[in-house]
């Protein structure tokens, strides 16, 4: 029926085959943002426009504690909720997948299950570092300037890794919710998630009980770190988790990996269920 | 190994909550054939397929495909089907070309091979022009198509289909009832869900019938027609009074005794000779001067089986019948 010879494949080892399916899974998803250049010019269009309106417009009446220059304290802020955002495109490709049958073709498939997840994870962390250097060369052309070295890529990879840990956050809550729809609703959760933070404001400028919940959110240590990193203003605070910023940069993320990652592969193994 | 059957499952169970999805669910393929399983929303065809395909595992019984083991060989049962679910499992921002690579790819042919099985497959389901286009451009018989050579890379040994034609339009049932066929003529053994009677009938040598999760009947397709007694010429008078006369005149045409309904004011009998029956019928209550309201031909429906078969109907029509 085919001319081709469709028996076994080439003889390779486990491995080779979890890695070669997750490739090809990755393969896939950077295939869609070729497919579709609109879809990451909207993911950095919200970032982007935050640069532009909080630098611009409300850039000379904010102000940041401990003296600097607003933009400055911006940028890094902007870079943290672009990974912040980044978990709600997780979500909405897995439920897409999973509430169209994708998922369910690849579990039917010899393939390494692990794979679908996996490979879902690579791809998110490519696209996550192609907007990173974009929004950084924006920055750049705004007139922002990091210091370079050793701190600027440890920077960067506080930033992936705080994208890291909400891939699986993305993954659960994409293979929980039931319909494409209601992951979009995912953003309203996001959003004022991303604000009770230190990203636009510095937490000691905000009432006492709202500063507190916005300095432990974990995604101000991954900015105050990161603004440290690139010799930028920090906006100071004097409680521990601020004190202690580049610690928790490495801590937060690690406690939601531990988390989310084990839910999310459950959530995974109840599709069997 | 096998003896012969591609699927064989004794006494499925499957348990969702206090659902019984699966109640000792029995079945048994013949290699080389389409067998269909015929059953309304909700009698458990669905939960059948997921489980000899190995998405979701069973609480009891046994089941094998291509003789293996689902539950304990699942990873060599995975290389020896296909599966063409209710929602054309294909991805919609692809095109068709990068959708049969990637599986192929997935099914590890490597990448030469996968793209030459992409081309080969693309010609053979008629979608060569579309080849390079996005598959959310696709009409839903070609998305069924598409659906369809995926689930045919690796020429599998089994191939469930789960409601291929459900949602399509006549034209585009036909096409994809005709790859069916040529599939089959391959020599690939076939498991196909439908709620119609007529998919099953113009597609299957062997029909399973599906109800609360239980096998109820495993017959040829003539011998579910014959159980049901085929088509039926179906007439509504205006006038009460009208029906006795109704009865006799569809008591000449028909090959059974007429049923008459005197709150409907319907009367509807078996018949063979079709359009003849229709005409004869039609043409003597005219001379007659009795007041028709409706006539016509009906083929015996899903339910038809089920209320023979069964005593009662299926749910849809037991949940119209409650809204009328």
Same mark, same amino acid.
């Given at each position: 029926?085919?001319?081709?010879?469709?028996?076994?494949?080439?003889?390779?080892?486990?491995?080779?085959?979890?890695?070669? #399916?997750?490739?090809?899974?990755?393969?896939?998803?950077?295939?869609?943002?070729?497919?579709?250049?609109? +879809?990451?010019?909207?993911?950095?269009?919200?970032?982007?426009?935050?640069?532009?309106?909080?630098?611009?417009?409300?850039? =000379?009446?904010?102000?940041?504690?401990?003296?600097?220059?607003?933009?400055?304290?911006?940028?890094?802020?902007?870079?943290?909720?672009?990974?912040?955002?980044?978990?709600? +495109?997780?979500?909405?490709?897995?439920?897409?997948?999973?509430?169209?049958?994708?998922?369910?073709?690849?579990?039917?498939?010899?393939?390494?299950?692990?794979?679908?997840?996996?490979?879902?994870?690579?791809? #998110?962390?490519?696209?996550?570092?192609?907007?990173?250097?974009?929004?950084?060369?924006?920055?750049?052309?705004?007139?922002?300037?990091?210091?370079?070295?050793?701190?600027?890529?440890?920077?960067?990879?506080?930033?992936?890794?705080?994208?890291?840990?909400?891939?699986?956050?993305?993954?659960?809550?994409?293979?929980?919710?039931?319909?494409?729809?209601?992951?979009?609703?995912?953003?309203?959760?996001?959003?004022?998630?991303?604000?009770? =933070?230190?990203?636009?404001?510095?937490?000691? %400028?905000?009432?006492?009980?709202?500063?507190?919940?916005?300095?432990?959110?974990?995604? =101000?240590?991954?900015?105050?770190?990161?603004?440290?990193?690139?010799?930028?203003?920090?906006?100071?605070?004097?409680?521990?988790?601020?004190?202690?910023?580049?610690?928790?940069?490495?801590?937060?993320?690690?406690?939601?990996?531990?988390?989310?990652?084990?839910?999310?592969?459950?959530?995974?193994?109840?599709? =069997?269920? | 190994?096998?003896?012969?059957?591609?699927?064989?499952?004794?006494?499925?169970?499957?348990?969702?909550?206090?659902?019984?999805?699966?109640?000792?669910? /029995? %079945?048994?393929?013949?290699?080389?054939?389409?067998?269909?399983?015929?059953?309304?929303?909700?009698?458990?065809?669905?939960?059948?397929?997921?489980?000899?395909?190995?998405?979701?595992?069973?609480?009891?019984?046994?089941?094998?495909?291509?003789?293996? /083991?689902?539950?304990?060989?699942?990873?060599?049962?995975?290389?020896?089907?296909?599966?063409?679910?209710?929602?054309?499992?294909?991805?919609?921002?692809?095109?068709?070309?990068?959708?049969? !690579?990637?599986?192929?790819?997935?099914?590890?042919?490597?990448?030469?091979?996968?793209?030459?099985?992409?081309?080969?497959?693309?010609?053979?389901?008629? %979608?060569?022009?579309?080849?390079?286009?996005?598959?959310?451009?696709?009409?839903?018989?070609?998305?069924?198509?598409?659906? %369809?050579?995926?689930?045919?890379?690796?020429?599998?040994?089994?191939?469930?289909?789960? &409601?291929?034609?459900?949602?399509?339009?006549?034209?585009?049932?036909?096409?994809?009832?005709?790859?069916?066929?040529?599939?089959?003529?391959?020599?690939?053994?076939?498991?196909?869900?439908?709620?119609?009677?007529? &998919?099953?009938?113009?597609?299957?040598?062997?029909?399973?019938?599906?109800?609360?999760?239980?096998?109820?009947? #495993?017959?040829?397709?003539?011998?579910?027609?014959?159980?049901?007694?085929?088509?039926?010429?179906?007439?509504?008078?205006? !006038?009460?009074?009208?029906?006795?006369?109704?009865?006799?005149?569809?008591?000449?045409?028909?090959?059974? !005794?007429?049923?008459? /309904? /005197?709150?409907?004011?319907?009367?509807?009998?078996?018949?063979?000779?079709?359009?003849?029956?229709?005409?004869?019928?039609?043409?003597?209550?005219?001379?007659?001067?009795?007041?028709?309201?409706?006539?016509?031909?009906?083929?015996?429906?899903?339910?038809?089986?089920?209320?023979?078969?069964?005593?009662?109907?299926?749910?849809?029509?037991?949940?119209?019948?409650?809204?009328?």
């Amino acid at each position: 029926m085919s001319a081709l010879d469709l028996t076994g494949p080439a003889a390779h080892g486990r491995t080779y085959w979890v890695l070669a #399916d997750c490739w090809n899974i990755v393969r896939r998803g950077l295939t869609h943002y070729r497919r579709q250049p609109v +879809n990451i010019a909207w993911q950095l269009g919200f970032p982007i426009l935050s640069v532009l309106l909080y630098g611009y417009v409300f850039g =000379s009446a904010m102000k940041v504690p401990g003296g600097g220059d607003y933009q400055d304290f911006l940028m890094p802020g902007m870079f943290v909720m672009t990974m912040a955002f980044g978990f709600i +495109n997780t979500a909405t490709v897995v439920v897409y997948d999973s509430t169209k049958g994708v998922i369910d073709r690849f579990r039917s498939m010899p393939m390494a299950s692990s794979a679908v997840v996996a490979g879902r994870g690579v791809t #998110d962390l490519v696209v996550a570092c192609a907007e990173l250097a974009i929004m950084m060369l924006t920055a750049l052309a705004m007139g922002w300037r990091p210091d370079g070295g050793w701190g600027f890529l440890a920077a960067f990879g506080l930033l992936l890794w705080l994208r890291f840990a909400l891939i699986w956050i993305g993954v659960w809550l994409g293979l929980l919710v039931p319909n494409p729809e209601a992951a979009g609703g995912l953003f309203a959760v996001a959003f004022p998630l991303t604000m009770i =933070s230190s990203i636009f404001v510095a937490p000691q %400028l905000m009432p006492d009980w709202l500063g507190w919940v916005a300095a432990w959110n974990p995604i =101000s240590s991954t900015a105050a770190a990161a603004r440290d990193l690139f010799g930028t203003p920090v906006g100071g605070g004097d409680s521990w988790v601020e004190q202690h910023a580049l610690l928790m940069a490495g801590v937060w993320p690690l406690v939601l990996t531990a988390v989310f990652l084990p839910l999310a592969v459950r959530r995974f193994q109840r599709l =069997s269920r | 190994m096998n003896d012969g059957y591609a699927v064989r499952a004794e006494a499925l169970e499957k348990r969702y909550g206090e659902k019984r999805a699966l109640d000792g669910f /029995d %079945l048994a393929v013949r290699e080389g054939t389409v067998h269909g399983l015929l059953g309304p929303n909700g009698a458990g065809k669905t939960t059948a397929v997921r489980i000899l395909s190995t998405l979701v595992r069973l609480d009891g019984g046994r089941a094998t495909v291509a003789g293996l /083991d689902v539950a304990r060989q699942a990873r060599e049962v995975r290389a020896r089907i296909g599966l063409t679910g209710q929602y054309a499992a294909v991805d919609e921002v692809l095109t068709g070309r990068q959708n049969l !690579e990637m599986f192929g790819r997935l099914f590890h042919l490597g990448g030469r091979r996968a793209r030459a099985r992409a081309t080969e497959l693309l010609e053979r389901f008629d %979608l060569t022009d579309a080849a390079d286009k996005g598959v959310g451009g696709y009409s839903g018989g070609m998305r069924r198509r598409l659906d %369809l050579a995926a689930s045919m890379i690796l020429a599998p040994a089994v191939l469930f289909l789960d &409601e291929p034609t459900t949602g399509l339009d006549p034209r585009s049932r036909g096409e994809v009832w005709e790859a069916v066929r040529a599939l089959v003529a391959d020599g690939t053994t076939v498991l196909l869900t439908t709620q119609y009677l007529e &998919e099953a009938d113009k597609l299957a040598s062997r029909i399973t019938v599906i109800d609360q999760g239980r096998a109820i009947a #495993d017959d040829t397709p003539d011998g579910l027609k014959n159980l049901v007694g085929g088509d039926r010429i179906e007439v509504v008078v205006a !006038e009460r009074s009208d029906v006795p006369r109704a009865v006799k005149v569809v008591a000449r045409v028909a090959d059974g !005794e007429p049923e008459s /309904d /005197d709150t409907e004011l319907r009367v509807h009998a078996p018949v063979s000779d079709r359009v003849a029956a229709l005409t004869e019928v039609a043409r003597t209550l005219q001379d007659e001067g009795v007041r028709v309201e409706d006539i016509g031909l009906r083929r015996p429906s899903l339910d038809d089986v089920f209320l023979r078969l069964t005593g009662h109907r299926t749910d849809v029509a037991r949940t119209k019948e409650a809204a009328a």
